[in-house]
């Protein structure tokens, strides 16, 4: 049995969930609840970082951050489910994954500024500065949405979304609306995504 350590509201630990749900690999993964602010937490000994997620296999190897975990449950399937084998797909796929990650960078960024320094520290500018690139990010979806079967991409951008709801109010729904029925058409054919949703008080 593998152990995924994490915490329910961690986007990157819900992609993680996400893609071993859609490679059959659920089933064989054990979730190990993870607080990253806990000094005593065994996981600054399995990650250096102390970031979550971290995947543990089944001989102790240990495996991080969520791309490399994604792309080891791509291998562990038998390839070519989460990430395409074709040179060029693959490029392109790994490209939206890293758009959705910086989305997900710059609102952790956000949210960190606002719940860990006192309001009158608060840089506007940064604020603007991370703000301004989430806008980016979802207008690049917006205008070119990943398609064709669900990969690595589609949780990535799903996950993304699904953050700025749980955290950020949501605010890209009217911003972006093309992206609403493609957030929903993921969640119908997707079951993991609803089954791993959080409630904004957690």
């Known amino acids: 049995m593998m152990i995924l350590r994490s915490s329910p509201p961690s986007p990157f630990g819900r992609k993680v969930k996400i893609a071993a749900s859609l490679v059959g690999l659920h089933d064989e993964i054990e979730v190990v609840k993870t607080d990253t602010s806990d000094p005593d ?10 970031k979550i997620p971290v995947l543990i296999l089944e001989d102790g190897t240990i495996i991080f ?9 791509d ?9 395409p084998s074709e040179s060029k797909a693959r490029i392109k796929v790994l ?4 758009l959705a990650d910086g989305i997900l960078d710059a ?22 500065l991370q703000n301004e690139k989430v806008a980016r990010g979802l207008a690049a979806f917006a ?3 990943p398609g064709g079967r669900r990969d690595a991409a589609h949780i990535g951008l799903a996950c993304a979304l ?14 972006c609306p093309s992206l ?13 995504f609803e089954a791993t949703r959080v409630r904004s008080d957690n």
């Open 41 to 50: 937490e065994t996981l600054r000994t399995q990650n250096p970082l102390c």
């Open 65 to 73: 951050d969520s791309r490399v975990i994604v792309e080891y449950f």
């Open 75 to 83: 291998l562990r399937a038998g390839g070519n489910r989460l990430l």
């Open 95 to 98: 490209t939206d994954c890293a």
């Open 107 to 128: 609102a952790l960024l956000l949210v960190y500024e606002k719940r860990f320094r006192p309001p009158e520290t608060h840089s506007q500018k940064w604020l603007a």
């Open 143 to 145: 205008a070119a949405p």
């Open 162 to 175: 699904g953050y700025l709801d749980l955290r950020l109010g949501g605010t890209w729904r009217a911003d």
């Open 180 to 192: 609403v029925p493609w957030l929903d058409a993921f969640a119908a054919e997707v079951p993991a």
